[in-house]
């Protein structure tokens, strides 16, 4: 039983092929990495998953039901909420109403929604911080505020683009614990990472893509060392 | 001054000056103050909670007042009537225009809204069958209120103001509703607003809609007030650019702002005009260089708007304060 899956998808832009027919799945409670070098095809796959491109063939199917088609905002309403490479904070808007906005998506009420987010930006550390503009949050803080705002959303599966990229290294551990607790607490997630000792370490599968397919899905360790993925990431002369 | 306070203040003030208050010259500054207060609210209602900068808003404040003054000319009925049908059609046309919002984005949507009160400004002006053309059309004067024929310009500060707070409830709705929480989000970035869930096109066709309606009725209200709808100047850029520097100089996105924008705007606008204006003087129009300057000067040194530049001074002020 798989609760996202991704059904043979490939998109192409002009001559390039971003996505050739990827196809896996998520099963409820997952943790799956998704590794691959620069122009691999993961953010394309992220977008596609969650609304924002369309694919050219294939589709993305929760629970059963077809996301593909839908528009990046019901997607996210349906249950798949997601963070972004290049972080897009509502730079004038405070920390809290940030989470906010992600809140309002499941409630209603004002008030309602700003406890919840509270809460939220307790739980990844950002309280002191809850009156600051977003605009002036380091790195680390905006990958948390990220996460709290898509978590505000209440999803079923959660996509992390990146969660240490760009973050300086001393921050890496809480962001790593973090997510594993998201995960410890039953939420489904698929992560982009391209460091490996952090992805092998919260992982419980991995998927790795180059040029735009799926050369490897497996085990960590196995994917760490598989012929294809050691040649992708340094070249051939390494995989002996 | 993000507070409810001051504009409980303003409105007050202004409900209550038409019981004090006898010189029609004074009370036409206040008729006219509160309708572009209540102009640059609905255009704030796009331009500065959804951010959906225009400089084609004319075009729906020309359509309210063309409504009201066609309706009254061509079959005699009430401008009331005049105003919401004019508020309709703003409405459809705010829905080609919000639909537009999601095509083209910054200049380029600026560049469509301009075209369309362009457009507009030349049917009015030419289809001389029906609009009568470049000469404008007078307002018929029918004496009552269902006709809004008012001489008392008394009775015309509380139309007006019921107009102007009616925009400004209507903005404080978005600054505390679940909906205004979005459509700031979709200003600040629509994909991110999107990848939370929020409906980003469909609020942003609705708050653009929105603003072109109440925009028409504060048309509709301005050319029963002044009694001539002119299609050169209902429909012009000049116009749309009132709106938005009003509430730009207020505070874009601030409930209050617009007002206090409009406040400044007409009235030094009107003692320019007033002490150098006259044709004798001989400086015809350079109300509109000190205007120009007032305006850079502004944008150099309180680029947030009034609103926001009064708040950062109290907070200074008390932070000065409680430190001994």
């Known amino acids: 039983m798989s609760l996202l899956s991704v059904a043979g998808v490939s998109k192409r832009f002009g001559g390039i092929v971003a996505n050739r027919a990827i196809s896996f799945d998520l099963a409820p409670g997952e943790l799956v990495g998704i590794i691959g070098p620069n122009g691999a095809g993961k953010s394309t796959l992220f977008e596609i998953i969650t609304g924002f491109y369309r694919p050219d063939e294939g589709e993305v199917l929760l629970d059963g039901a077809r996301l593909t088609g839908l528009s990046p905002d019901v997607v996210c309403r349906r249950g798949v909420a997601r963070t972004f490479q290049k972080l897009r904070p509502f730079p004038g808007l405070t920390v809290l109403d940030n989470v906010v906005i992600g809140a309002l998506t499941r409630t209603h009420d004002v008030r309602h929604a700003r406890a919840r987010a509270s809460d939220l930006v307790r739980r990844v550390g950002l309280a002191d911080k809850a009156g600051a503009h977003a605009r002036t949050l380091s790195t680390g803080q905006r990958k948390r505020l990220e996460l709290a705002r898509a978590l505000a959303t209440e999803p079923r599966v959660l996509l992390l683009d990146e969660v240490t990229g760009g973050v300086d290294q001393r921050a890496i551990p809480e962001l790593v614990r973090l997510v594993r607790d998201l995960h410890a607490g039953g939420l489904t997630l698929l992560v982009i990472e391209h460091n490996m000792q952090v992805i092998t370490a919260v992982a419980q599968r991995i998927v790795a893509l180059h040029l735009g397919e799926v050369i490897a899905d497996g085990a960590p360790d196995a994917v760490a060392r598989d012929r294809r993925v050691v040649e992708a990431y340094l070249g051939q002369a390494y995989a002996r | ?324």
């Open chain 2, 1 to 324: 001054m993000r507070g409810v306070a001051p504009a409980l203040v303003f409105f007050g003030a202004a409900g209550l000056a038409p019981l004090v208050v006898r010189d029609a010259f004074l009370l036409d500054s206040l008729v006219l103050i509160l309708i572009w207060g209540a102009s640059a609210a609905a255009w704030n209602v796009a331009g500065g909670y959804a951010g959906q900068i225009s400089l084609g808003h004319s075009a729906f404040f020309g359509l309210g007042a063309y409504a009201t003054a066609l309706l009254a000319t061509r079959w005699g009925l009430s401008p009331w009537l005049g105003l919401t049908v004019g508020a309709a059609v703003a409405m459809a046309i705010g829905l080609v225009i919000g639909y537009l919002s999601n095509r083209l984005r910054g200049p380029y949507f600026v560049l469509a809204t301009i075209a369309f009160s362009q457009v507009l400004l030349i049917a009015g002006s030419r289809w001389r069958g029906f609009t009568a053309g470049s000469e404008g059309i007078p307002v018929p004067f029918r004496p009552g209120f269902w006709t809004l024929g008012i001489a008392d310009k008394r009775i015309w500060v509380w139309i007006v103001l019921a107009l102007a707070v009616l925009v400004w409830l209507a903005q404080l709705y978005l600054d505390r509703s679940r909906r205004g929480y979005q459509l700031v989000a979709v200003r600040e970035d629509e994909d991110a607003a999107l990848s939370l869930g929020v409906p980003a096109r469909r609020l942003k066709v609705a708050a653009i809609c929105a603003s072109a309606a109440l925009t028409a009725v504060c048309g509709a209200l301005w050319a029963q007030y002044i009694g001539f709808v002119d299609p050169f100047y209902v429909f012009s850029v000049d116009l749309s650019i009132r709106f938005a520097l009003a509430a730009i100089i207020g505070g874009l996105g601030t409930a209050f702002g617009p007002f206090l924008g409009a406040a400044l705007i007409t009235t030094v606008e009107t003692s320019l005009r007033a002490h150098f204006g006259g044709i004798g003087a001989g400086l015809v129009g350079i109300y509109l260089v000190v205007y120009g300057c007032a305006l850079i000067v502004m944008m150099r040194f309180v680029p947030q708007g009034l609103v926001g530049w009064i708040d950062d001074r109290l907070r200074r002020r008390a932070v000065a304060r409680a430190e001994p």
